[in-house]
């Protein structure tokens, strides 16, 4: 059972555009989520993270939007650049310090010149 | 900021032996590590966490007994992939809670080749 959901493996999108990258989550215990940027043979980078008690967090061009009562949280990067292709994984965790992490199986973004 | 090293970060090593991947907190003390497996086009799927002077949990479907992991102190866990066989080549990956309460920092992954 996937408890937490990336339904597009890939996205692309136009340099300068907005890209959206949508994910889903079945246990409502979550209270923390968190997306992260990989690059190929590389550790994830962490990028943005938000807590239950909030609907939207920003951090530069990166924001990340909750919807609890629908289960959705959505990271938006806007403008996109070149620098911002790779994969990205959304990941949701429990509120204590050492609860596991579990990640979707993440969307790679392609920025097109 | 919390750095975790982890090494080697590629590794190929023969079908029956044993690797050993490392993972130090190196500004940071670490009482739990995570282990993470990638296969391509796949998840990160979690495998065990590993507590300091206590015994590694797994999550259901992970050998312990080919997946060792060893927690021996605040700063240091390893995972020993025994008798390795071509079906284990993979990515691994260790992550650590830090920066407070909601921070993780992952290593920079180990690419093991079983040939």
């Known amino acids: 059972d996937q408890q937490v959901k990336q339904n597009s493996p890939s996205l692309s999108v136009q340099e300068g555009r907005i890209s959206i990258l949508n994910c889903d989550y079945t246990n409502s215990m979550f209270d923390y989520f968190l997306w992260y940027k990989k690059y190929p043979a590389e550790g994830p980078t962490f990028l943005i993270s938000i807590s239950s008690i909030k609907d939207k967090n920003e951090d530069g061009r990166f924001t990340v939007f909750l919807n609890k009562s629908a289960k959705h949280l959505s990271l938006h990067i806007v403008p996109s650049q070149p620098g911002d292709s790779a994969v990205y994984f959304c990941?949701?965790?429990?509120?204590?310090?050492?609860?596991?992490?579990?990640f979707g199986k993440g969307t790679r973004l392609h920025i097109l010149p | 900021g919390a750095v975790v090293s982890q090494h080697p970060s590629w590794v190929i090593c023969k079908s029956g032996t044993s690797v050993k991947i490392e993972c130090r907190s190196l500004d940071f003390q670490a009482t739990t590590m995570f282990w993470y497996r990638q296969f391509p086009k796949q998840s990160l799927m979690l495998m065990a966490t590993?507590?300091?002077?206590?015994?590694?949990?797994?999550e259901q479907g992970v050998e312990k007994d080919k997946f060792l992991i060893n927690h021996a102190s605040l700063t240091l866990s390893t995972l020993t992939v025994t008798s390795a066989h071509p079906e284990d080549s993979s990515f691994y990956i260790c992550?650590?809670?830090?920066?407070?309460?909601?921070?993780?920092?992952f290593g920079s992954g180990t690419r093991l080749t079983v040939v």
């Open positions: 590993s507590n300091e002077g206590s015994k590694a949990t797994y």
């Open positions: 990941a949701a965790s429990g509120r204590n310090r050492d609860d596991k992490i579990i």
């Open positions: 992550s650590a809670p830090s920066q407070g309460i909601y921070g993780y920092t």
